[in-house]
């Protein structure tokens, strides 16, 4: 089967997500067989240096034996079972068990997911659950912020600022959307960062006044925003929330999906930026990509009160036929134990600084590069038509996606978001590879931008 006929197969009978259409039709489908490190290879044999990581998930890179051999060996003692009517099985438990040591609570409970979507959906209806046996059934609406990308169910992409939902009537009613904390793109002129972040905490202040602190049934934030493109909070913004959403009792859900195990540099998003929230959502990482499986992680207080929620009624009628897949759970087991103390976790820690030099080398060469944002293994370079104005080029000429597009000719796999380039590495990038990365990355660069002059 020849490359044309993958991608004509592939175009006939599948139907795509996230993908621009016109570009498919332009530039054909990459139908991928297989990976080596961090480099994927297609049906043509053509190889590609992946500096995504997937989509944020594959940490360990496309082959990592170890991970491979716990799941061929889950898949010889026990290939699936479920988590309802009091049976689970071992890996979960002790999965379970784990995932509460390694959290910032010591003390909680965790719930399984396929996805991070579904994990998010899943800590909704927790809330909505416990709040209404608490005799506060008002207590509904959901804050989050613009930017935010949360996910693609009804609930997750309601939670998700970004414009796209319009076209499915998203979201629904009581979702709210706060300002996102890009100090760089928000910040008014004159405004210093101390007063944005106050501005901010202002607006949500004022936000839970104008709603009603009784109708609010909890506050979802991701540690750094991801898919909004790489977003790190302005200074002191989680610590000038957190205590306006403690002062009126809104639980505060850090979504740790793409931060969480390693991304920032500490296991969790939150300690990067030193809040504890009561309850964390994971995903991706959670098994370095290689099975699908979401997580809530209750920190002591939501798990203790949703127990109690859950003594009347007898039962919490929420789950899905795949939590707790015990192949799931032993590759997560597997994948903890790689990221924390195979030296994955180590690497971004010690690398992040290269990797930071690196871009910043780059921006510095290339004048329409107008910031550079991120932390740990998760980069972005916003590209800007005018550096002094940041006036963003005309979304016509979609620089950003022109830049991804030399990238993949030249062998890198990078992603356009919104304006930005973003890069999120595998944590077992070596030096030579992250050379790699910068060079194609800057070539790409400099024929775009000579291309737009
Ligand atoms: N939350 C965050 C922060 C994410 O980045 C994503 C996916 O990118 C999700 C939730 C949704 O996860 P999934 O695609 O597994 O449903």
Request: aromatic fraction near 10%; charge should be negative; proline fraction near 6%.
């Amino acid at each position: 089967m020849d490359d044309k006929s993958w991608a004509a197969r592939a175009r006939e009978y599948s139907m795509y997500g996230f993908t621009d259409m016109p570009s498919v039709e332009d530039r054909g489908t990459i139908v991928l067989t297989r990976g080596e490190g961090p480099y994927v290879f297609d049906t043509q044999g053509r190889k590609w240096l992946d500096s995504n990581s997937g989509l944020w998930n594959m940490v360990a890179g496309f082959d990592h034996p170890g991970l491979i051999e716990a799941a061929k060996a889950q898949y010889d003692r026990f290939p699936g079972y479920h988590a309802f009517f009091g049976r689970m099985s071992d890996q979960t438990v002790m999965l379970s068990e784990k995932l509460v040591e390694v959290s910032p609570f010591r003390r909680g409970k965790v719930f399984y997911t396929n996805s991070g979507s579904e994990a998010n959906d899943t800590m909704v209806k927790m809330l909505w659950f416990l709040h209404r046996s608490e005799g506060k059934p008002q207590r509904r609406k959901i804050l989050t912020r613009w930017n935010a990308y949360h996910g693609v169910t009804a609930i997750s992409a309601s939670m998700t600022g970004k414009p796209y939902n319009e076209v499915f009537g998203l979201p629904l009613d009581g979702f709210i959307h706060l300002t996102c904390p890009h100090f760089w793109r928000y910040g008014n002129p004159g405004e210093s960062e101390a007063e944005f972040v106050a501005r901010l905490a202002r607006e949500l202040e004022d936000t839970i006044q104008r709603e009603g602190a009784d109708t609010i049934a909890g506050f979802f934030a991701e540690p750094v925003q991801g898919a909004g493109g790489v977003i790190p909070p302005a200074k002191g913004y989680f610590q000038a929330i957190q205590p306006i959403l403690k002062k009126h009792g809104i639980p505060f859900i850090a979504d740790e999906v793409i931060t969480g195990f390693g991304r920032t540099g500490n296991t969790w998003g939150c300690q990067t930026y030193d809040f504890v929230p009561d309850a964390i959502i994971s995903s991706k990482n959670l098994t370095a990509g290689f099975f699908p499986m979401g997580a809530v992680i209750l920190g002591p207080e939501l798990s203790d009160r949703l127990d109690a929620a859950i003594t009347p009624i007898e039962e919490f009628p929420h789950g899905f036929t795949a939590s707790g897949h015990p192949v799931g759970c032993a590759i997560a087991l597997k994948a903890i134990d790689v990221v924390m103390n195979e030296g994955l976790a180590q690497n971004v820690i010690d690398k992040a600084p290269r990797m930071e030099a690196g871009l910043r080398d780059i921006m510095q060469r290339h004048a329409n590069i107008g910031e550079l944002r991120g932390v740990g293994y998760m980069w972005a370079l916003e590209a800007v038509k005018d550096p002094e104005t940041r006036q963003p080029f005309p979304g016509h000429l979609s620089v950003s996606e022109r830049i991804a597009n030399t990238c993949t000719d030249l062998g890198l796999i990078c992603r356009p978001l919104g304006q930005s380039i973003v890069l999120c590495p595998p944590f077992i990038l070596t030096d030579a590879q992250m050379d790699e990365m910068f060079e194609k990355l800057d070539a790409a660069l400099t024929r775009v931008f000579d291309g737009l002059r």
